[in-house]
Structure formats: structure tokens, C-alpha cells
């Protein structure tokens, strides 16, 4: 049962918004590169357990590599990709390098400082970046391999197999004896190290990974908008990437895109019927944490779990051991 339900949710994706059309494919597209974002926060996050609070500076410089490039008329779509994954890769390196020094709150303190002090680049560098104003990208379709973000299916499809790729990469390496590593080094990085395990190289991989998804991110962000801004660097963005994980389940690879898609497509529709509808989103917010500290991901394989376990236990009351009846006998005699 549960082999054809998950092979029944893998199919909906690839055939639902490509059939219905319209501007369905956009949307969802957009929740996938949110959930990509929110998957390179998980992983540092919800294994690694360093709470970067500044990987939207990854994301941004990213984001903001394809737009100046395009504005240089650079058209090679390759050539911006990979200039574009070097330039959140050298924001990786730097979190890579506070990975080695800091952890806790201090590690925390470090991230939040460093995405402040890139959110203020786009105003001390406007002609560049254009400022508050944000910049446009140019040349959109040639940089994106000639998909239309708008028109068609292409870049849909274009979002979903990289994204499909990438989340099967990721898992991967998670279930592999690295990635065991890595998750106990979240639990107990001293009880890790005491085992032989070089803890700051592991961390250190982990955030560069973690880095080069974030910039996939960011890179795909910017071919479908075609617009980058001053937020994008800023710490509201990488909160926003830290609640979708959250939400979703923040251990999980899949956990990350259904907090993306259920709270964007909660936030798009309570924006179109109230004013206020970050209160309610935040309303939302606590509920979950309240009732679903775990995500959605953690509350499913809690749900599961009871399933098994009513399954496997058999049906009328349980017999009585033979040693109990001949304990309950010999007290009984005494």
C-alpha cells in the first residue's frame, strides 16, 4: 500500500500541471524553488543542527550573479550557471569557515550578522545592483536555455527534473555512511569526534552542499522572475526558507517542499481575501508548532508508526505467560 501511494504522488507533479495548463505550471514551479531553497536549510539545519540564520545570502548573491551578468549581456546560459554557483559557493566558504570556529548561538550570531552585511550591498553599490530599486534581468530567454518561465510547459518541466534530481541527490548522500556521520554529528558531535570522525570537515562539506543547493535555488529564481531585489539577501529571506523547513519537517528531504508549497499557496490565497493576512499566516504558524513540532513529516511517520505497531499486535486479549500462573500459584500456596 504504501509503495503505491508514494508511486502515486511522484506521478502528480509530472502530469497534473502540464494537463490543466494555464498559469498552474508558474505556480508550482515557484513552490519548487522555494522548496529547493527551504531543502538547503534543512539540510544544515535539520541534520547538521547549525541554525544558519543567513543562507538568504547565498540564495540572494546567486540570484543577483544572473541578473548583473545578464545586464553585461552575457548570454551563455552555462556560463552564467556556473558564475552564478561560484558566487554563492564564495558565501558558502565564508559560512563554511564560522562552521569550523563557532557553533550555538555563536555560529547563529555569525550568519545573522553576515546576511545584514550583505543585505546592505545592493544600496552601497546601486549603479551595480541597482539599489533599492532592485535589477531586471535581461536577455531571460537566452540565459534560460530558451524556456518561457510564462508560456508553455518547458520550464516546468526544466524546474521539476532539476529539482527531482537534486532532492534525489541529496537523499543519497543522507542514507549513505557519510550522511549517517553527518546526522550524528547533529546528535552528539563530541560522542562523534571521541569515535575518530574529524567533526569540522564533516560541517564543513555539509555547508558547502548545503550552499550549492541554495544557489541552484537562487539561480533558478532569477531565470523565472526575472528580477532580483534587496530582500532576497536579507535575513527575512532566509527565516522564511527556516519556517518552510520547519513546517515540513526540517529531517526529511521531502518535508522542506511541503512546508514551501502549503504555506506560499496559504499565504497567496489569505493575501487575496484580507489585509491581514500575515496574522493569520502567523496564527497558522503557531498552531503548527504547537500541535506538529516534528512537521508534517514527522507527524506522518508518527501516524505510520502506530499504524505498524496496532497491526502487529494480535487481535483479543493477550495470553498469560506460564510463569505467571505458576508465580501466581506459589504466592497463593504461601
Given amino acids: 500500500m504504501k509503495a503505491p501511494l508514494l508511486a502515486g504522488l511522484l506521478v502528480v507533479p509530472f502530469l497534473v500541471p502540464p494537463f490543466i495548463g494555464g498559469y498552474l505550471p508558474h505556480q508550482i514551479a515557484s513552490y519548487l524553488i522555494f522548496g529547493l531553497f527551504a531543502l538547503s536549510v534543512s539540510l544544515i539545519t535539520g541534520y547538521g543542527r547549525l541554525f544558519n540564520i543567513g543562507i538568504g545570502a547565498t540564495f540572494g548573491v546567486a540570484a543577483y550573479s544572473v541578473a548583473m551578468l545578464s545586464q553585461m549581456d552575457v ?127 564533516y560541517r564543513f562539506a555539509l555547508t558547502l552542499y548545503s550552499g550549492f543547493v541554495a544557489s541552484l535555488a537562487g539561480w533558478l529564481y532569477a531565470l ?68 506538529i513540532p516534528d512537521g508534517l513529516v514527522g507527524r506522518w511517520r508518527q501516524l505510520w508508526q502506530r499504524r505498524k505497531i496496532g497491526r502487529a499486535e494480535p487481535e483479543g486479549e493477550p495470553e498469560v505467560p506460564a510463569v505467571s500462573l505458576a508465580g501466581a500459584e506459589n504466592e497463593s500456596a504461601l
Avoid at 83 to 101: N, P, Q, T
Avoid at 117 to 145: R, Y
Avoid at 249 to 272: I, K, N, T
Fill in 224 to 291: 523565472q522572475a526575472a528580477f532580483v531585489f534587496q530582500d532576497l539577501l536579507g535575513p527575512i529571506n532566509s527565516l522564511n526558507g527556516l519556517v518552510y523547513a520547519l513546517i515540513g519537517g526540517a529531517d526529511s528531504v521531502a518535508g522542506p517542499f511541503m512546508g514551501a508549497l502549503g504555506l506560499r499557496w496559504l499565504s497567496e490565497r489569505l493575501s487575496q481575501q484580507s489585509t491581514q493576512s500575515s496574522l493569520y499566516v502567523g496564527i497558522v504558524l503557531l498552531l503548527v508548532v504547537f500541535f
Fill in 75 to 201: 548570454t551563455n546560459p552555462w556560463l552564467v550557471l556556473a558564475c552564478s554557483l561560484v558566487a554563492g559557493s564564495l558565501v558558502s566558504l565564508l559560512f563554511g569557515l564560522y562552521s569550523i570556529v563557532a557553533t550555538g548561538i555563536e555560529y547563529l550570531m555569525l550568519t545573522f550578522l553576515t546576511t545584514l552585511a550583505f543585505f546592505n550591498i545592493p544600496l552601497a553599490a546601486q549603479k551595480a545592483t541597482g539599489g533599492e530599486n532592485g535589477l531586471q534581468v535581461k536577455h531571460e530567454l537566452e540565459i534560460a536555455f530558451g524556456l518561457d518561465p510564462l508560456t508553455g510547459s518547458g520550464f516546468y518541466w526544466f524546474v521539476l527534473i532539476l529539482v527531482t534530481a537534486v532532492a534525489g541527490l541529496s537523499w543519497y548522500l543522507l542514507a549513505s555512511q557519510a550522511g549517517q556521520v553527518v546526522r550524528a554529528i547533529g546528535r552528539n558531535p563530541t560522542r562523534t569526534a571521541a569515535m575518530g570522525y574529524n567533526v569540522s570537515a
